[in-house]
């Protein structure tokens, strides 16, 4: 079950007596977890049913012992253990699959990554309740992502606003919303966010970003090149060397896997590179003005340029802006 489907069936208040929210992407516990509550109980129930416990400071023995307890003057009572990764015994929890209160609900948030599959907890779960894997959204998959959940409150976004949102704030899902959510407040339904919406009221840059950059990298404009890296230097706080290395290191390695495709169709870089079609046929023409000799240098130079940037073969007596328009010269000729 994905998590749409979840979320319905809980805002339905179809509730299952378990609930074990495990993987590598937060947010989607967080939300699962803040839905169940919201809808499982009304607000003056929660004071007495409502348990809240962090994995750190509980163990198996408390957790069976309240999800077996009756609720007080209510239809059901909500345990909800969050940061389950740090409970050293969760695994103890199989005693409790076939004693649990079906009345009761219990919540699992089991974050940063999966529990282990082969152990008797995780597979017994799913015969009381709900095993749900929270994945992350891969980085070629944000742009969509943040299409789908733009429309699902109401407003459109240009292609080039999503990328932009997905190259400055990354794969961080919570830090997506938040940023989407603060425009929903200042802009109007049914508004089409664009580049400038996010430059104007986030603080993104249209035309000085990495993503821009990369861009500019790739075409082998030099020009556009060096004025983005200019804008960079003076405001260093949120382009650091450190993020741009590995943005240009993926456009190299992209451009080498074209070069030594056994296929040269659009349709096979897009499904080989798990990309946009468009995106792949950008990389495609892109990639004609580097031969496989001069990326391989370039890969090179940008490990010589991250070593640097950690302090490695670096007295100090470059700034990062030095570094980065060094590097940036290397690469360009």
Known sequence: MDYKALLKEIRSKHFKPFYALHGEEPYYIDLISDAIIEHALEEDEREFNLMVLYGRDVDAV?????????PFMGTRKVIVIREAQDMKD???LDKLIPNINP?????????????????KFTKDVASVGINFKS???RDYQLPEWIASYVKSEGFDITSKAAALLADFLGNDLSRIVNELDKLAIVLEKGTRISDIHIEENIGISKDYNIFELTNAVAARDTLKVFQIADYFNKNPKDHSIVVIIPSL???????????????KSPDFISNSLGMHPFAAKELMKNAAHYNPKVLARNVAILHEYDLKSKGVGNTGAFSEGDLLREMLFQLMN
């Open 62 to 70: 408390t957790v069976m012992s309240e999800a077996r307890s009756f």
């Open 90 to 92: 969760i695994y103890e």
């Open 103 to 119: 009345d009761n609900i219990v919540v699992i948030g089991h974050k940063y990554k999966a529990l282990d599959g082969k152990r």
């Open 135 to 137: 994945d992350k959204i």
């Open 249 to 263: 290191f993926k456009l190299y390695a992209n451009m080498m896997r074209v070069h030594f495709a056994p296929n």
